[in-house]
């Protein structure tokens, strides 16, 4: 059944004939059966989060990865891992057992109450000492063209989904009631002016970054996200 949607697949995308060698028309039906969010790529991202979660190494996840996903980390994606559905989590984790958690670009298609809810999930199932990496878009930025292409309804790609638009005062408040002691990493104040610190990519990939968005050339900022370090606290010790 699934070999017959790809090939529906390939119709629909444009392939009118099948007078293809057949190691081509194989490659061509496992990129589309492989494709995130797939039925086949989602029993593959399962088992292999599966295994990850059983080697004994250090947990650090993606959510919302989109099947993008640094190395050393681990991919989920919706399917399986809903931030708002705490039955998934406790399918794969126990509580206080992830090192690390990495959100490109996630929370701002989550309802404030939504994020909320996802920030506390993430907390419950954090160790102590580990932490959240996220990055939204910054709603301090002070170019109107970047806030009418990130702004909920605005014109970028995925913009028709966002749900807010937060600065770095009303995302440090929900991280905080969370829980979570916050550290910017990159960040515009209220006057424009834009902060950041080293920060290491092997902890948390962002490319929608200062040093790593592609369109920022010549020393001009033309894109980049409000980022920070969400990490909850150690244990005390007695």
């Known amino acids: ?13 444009g392939i009118k004939s099948i007078p293809l060698p057949l190691g081509s028309l194989f490659a061509s039906l496992r990129r589309i059966l492989l494709r995130p969010g797939t039925l086949l790529q989602t029993r593959r991202d399962i088992r ?15 959510v919302g990865s989109a099947g993008i996903t640094p190395e050393g980390w681990i991919q989920t994606d919706i399917e399986f891992l809903d931030l708002l559905k705490p039955s998934d989590w406790e399918r794969f984790f126990r509580p206080n057992s992830i090192d690390a958690i990495l959100a490109e670009h996630v929370w701002e298609h989550l309802t404030p109450d939504n994020g909320a809810r996802a920030a506390a999930v993430c907390f419950t199932y954090l160790k102590p ?7 939204v878009p910054d709603g301090f930025n002070p170019d109107p063209a970047y806030l009418n292409w990130v702004r909920p309804g605005g014109n970028g790609p995925g913009a028709d989904d966002h ?11 929900l991280l905080t009631a969370a829980g979570f002691a916050v550290e910017l990493l990159e960040h515009f104040d209220r006057t424009g002016k834009f902060h950041h610190r080293d920060w290491a990519p092997a902890d948390g990939m962002i490319h929608r970054s200062r040093r790593f968005d592609e369109r920022n050339q010549g020393g001009r900022l033309a894109y980049t996200s409000l980022m920070v370090d969400a990490r909850k606290p150690a244990a005390r010790t007695a």
């Not at 000492?129 to 990055?135: E, T």
């Not at 749900?163 to 408040?173: I, Q």
């Open 163 to 173: 749900k807010v638009l937060y600065d770095h005062e009303s995302l440090v408040a």
């Open 129 to 135: 000492g580990g932490y959240l990496r996220l990055a």
């Open 1 to 13: 059944m699934l070999a017959c949607h790809a090939i529906r697949v390939l119709l629909h995308d």
């Open 48 to 62: 292999r989060l599966q295994q990850e979660v059983t080697a004994g190494r250090p947990l650090r996840i993606v």
